[in-house]
């Protein structure tokens, strides 16, 4: 499966249990995402009836998702739950590290030594993400003083 990294959007959405969704993508991947563990989160408390989670909406444009109780879910965040879903371990964690520090692919590049071209094939799926990438990551947070806990 290749994952692009143009614009998407949450095309349809459903709750398929008390806290699991269906989620259709505007590039035509479907996925089924178990949000159980980030309903323990305090934001989120609303949701943890299955019947408020079950009122799931999609939100302006497909980039959010929303529930009458107030809370919504960006879509963002839900890709992220997706690539974990859909066996994309490596992808995600590549991206998170991304979003962390603001990296656009030509920084992300030059952090790692890498080609831009290969950042982008990271970051959409195209190419599995070495090992190694993923330990150079961690050490850039590291010699940049930016290191967090694992």
């Known amino acids: 499966m290749t994952i692009?990294?143009?614009?998407?959007t949450i095309t349809a959405?459903?709750?398929?249990?008390?806290?699991?969704?269906?989620?259709?993508?505007?590039?035509?991947?479907?996925v089924d995402v178990d949000l159980?563990?980030?309903?323990?989160?305090?934001?989120?408390?609303?949701?943890?009836?299955a019947e408020a989670f079950a009122?799931?909406?999609?939100g302006d444009w497909g980039h959010s998702l929303s529930w009458?109780?107030?809370v919504e879910m960006g879509a963002d965040f839900l890709w992220l739950e997706t690539l974990s879903a859909t066996g994309h371990g490596d992808t995600r964690a590549f991206m998170e590290w991304r979003m962390r520090h603001g990296l656009s692919l030509s920084k992300a590049a030059e952090a790692l030594g890498v080609s831009r071209?290969?950042?982008a094939y990271y970051?959409?799926?195209?190419?599995?993400v070495p090992r190694a990438i993923l330990l150079a990551c961690r050490g850039w947070e590291v010699s940049?003083?930016?290191?967090r806990a694992a």
């Open 4 to 8: 692009t990294d143009k614009s998407r």
């Open 55 to 58: 009122q799931v909406e999609l």
């Open 13 to 30: 959405v459903r709750a398929t249990g008390a806290a699991s969704l269906h989620l259709d993508w505007s590039d035509g991947i479907a």
């Open 123 to 128: 970051s959409n799926g195209e190419k599995k």
């Open 144 to 147: 940049e003083g930016l290191g």
């Open 36 to 49: 159980g563990p980030v309903l323990g989160d305090r934001a989120f408390a609303a949701l943890r009836e």
């Open 117 to 119: 071209r290969m950042v």
């Open 68 to 70: 009458p109780c107030g």
